[in-house]
């Protein structure tokens, strides 16, 4: 079975520049999360998707970060324009729909803003 | 706001000693997962345990829940060099969220 897939690895920009993220879920999986990992933090949570629509977004910067889950299945998460603060490891992840699923994680990108 | 805080933040032990982290939470939870994330990877699940059970193992993984102290643990059995990472906590107290807390950075010399 193939995994959560997520492009690019690594991505470095200049401040006040924009990027964008894109992740493929498992297939079948309704529930796609974007969090945002700082180094030596934990994953936090930026938003989720069920199927294409948002079930929570109330962490995500909505002045500069966006994100979008067309068809239910792809998803590309936005930064325009991006901060030094933004640099950090944004991953994917996504499972099945209900509660007590287990959530699998693709790789992440690594985001350097200089 | 962060839900779960593992604790040690570091943990350094030898190969074949047993390793255990704890997790401690403010809210009621419907499920509380363990991942595992080396360095510069993305995480993996290890395992998930709901409210209404109290142990579960999965081969040398023993996670055990408290909801009356809103505590989990996390015990690793004779530990091997590949089990060097950072182990993480996440509680799901609301449809599928899952809050993480800041990590255990485990260490374990051959």
């Known amino acids: 079975e193939a995994g959560v897939a997520q492009s690019p690895r690594y991505k470095i920009i200049e401040k006040r520049q924009s990027v964008a993220f894109w992740c493929n879920p498992i297939s079948g999986h309704a529930t796609l999360y974007w969090y945002q990992q700082i180094l030596g933090q934990g994953p936090k949570l930026l938003i989720q998707f069920q199927n294409n629509g948002v079930v929570d977004d109330s962490q995500l910067p909505k002045d500069r970060f966006s994100a979008e889950r067309l068809k239910g299945v792809d998803s590309t998460l936005k930064i325009q324009p991006a901060k030094l603060e933004d640099s950090a490891v944004y991953l994917c992840?996504?499972?099945?729909?209900?509660?007590?699923?287990?959530?699998?994680f693709g790789q992440g990108t690594r985001l350097t803003v200089v | 706001s962060q839900q779960g805080e593992e604790d040690p933040q570091a943990l350094s032990i030898q190969e074949g000693e047993n390793a255990t982290m704890n997790c401690s939470y403010k809210t009621s939870i419907n499920n509380l997962q363990w991942y595992r994330q080396n360095s510069g990877r993305g995480l993996v699940h290890l395992i998930l345990?709901?409210?209404?059970?109290r142990e579960k193992h999965s081969g040398r993984l023993r996670v055990t829940l408290d909801t009356s102290k809103k505590s989990s643990s996390l015990l690793i059995t004779a530990s091997r060099a590949a089990d060097t990472a950072s182990y993480f906590c996440?509680?799901?107290?609301?449809?599928?969220?899952?809050?993480f807390g800041d990590g255990t950075t485990l260490t374990v010399k051959p």
């Open positions: 345990i709901r409210s209404n059970e």
């Open positions: 992840a996504s499972s099945m729909q209900g509660v007590n699923t287990e959530a699998f």
């Open positions: 996440a509680t799901d107290a609301n449809a599928g969220k899952s809050t």
